[in-house]
């Protein structure tokens, strides 16, 4: 167990529609990141947050938000979802930059 | 645009064997990172390095990096079926950080 908890497990939706998942970092560590693992396009970093504040931001489309809450936790929204959207996203956690990240578990979206 | 090449993307080796993944990338950057993925699971954070000539290694695996030659390797010493997995490098720029992923090399180590 990494201690980062990502909900929903599962999620099946359709083209169009909003989502939005959940991630809990570990206890103490500052630093969120999301990623979208596809078989199309590969393992993708989308944005990472520092202590509330975005502090890095990837291939994350416009239709696709985050954000940091005080308390730490990560959401991460994909609206007007598409087919394409369907993927693994992956949440992590770290003290900092440099220091290692730990994963959750995943959330695998369907878009049908 | 910063590129990221794996090679071999697939490898098959022996039990006890030593062999070498190589990770290139195509413009300076400032963290390479190594990553393991066992079949249907999430990721596993291996090493992260942040100099030219950085070394670290944990059990059988060894990462070094050469920013230089703009190339990290991931060596594997005396390979064990423990091992097989996908692994994946990345990396990313300090003030520009966004992190790009090679395709993932995946390990199979036969007894």
């Known amino acids: 167990d990494s201690g980062v908890t990502q909900t929903p497990k599962h999620l099946i939706t359709a083209t169009g529609q909003r989502v939005t998942l959940r991630c809990s970092p570990r206890s103490g560590d500052l630093s969120v990141y999301w990623y979208q693992q596809s078989l199309d396009q590969g393992l993708q970093f989308l944005i990472q947050y520092y202590n509330g504040e975005e502090r890095a931001k990837g291939n994350i489309l416009e239709r696709f938000s985050a954000q940091q809450f005080p308390d730490l936790h990560s959401e991460l929204n994909l609206s007007s979802l598409e087919l394409g959207d369907s993927a693994l996203y992956f949440c992590a956690s770290s003290v900092d930059s440099t220091a290692k990240a730990f994963f959750g578990q995943g959330t695998r979206l369907t878009v049908v | ?111």
């Open chain 2, 1 to 111: 645009e910063l590129k990221v090449e794996q090679n071999p993307l697939f490898l098959s080796m022996q039990e006890g064997k030593n062999y070498t993944i190589y990770c290139n990338y195509s413009t300076t950057s400032d963290r390479l990172y190594w990553y393991r993925q066992d079949p249907g699971k999430s990721l596993e954070s291996l090493f992260v390095l942040l100099s030219n000539g950085a070394v670290k290694q944990e059990g059988r695996l060894m990462a070094s990096l050469d920013t230089k030659a703009r190339l990290s390797t991931l060596h594997i010493t005396a390979a064990v079926h423990d091992l097989s997995a996908t692994y994946f490098c990345a990396v990313d720029k300090y003030n520009n950080n966004d992190m790009r992923f090679g395709a993932g090399t995946r390990l199979t180590v036969k007894p």
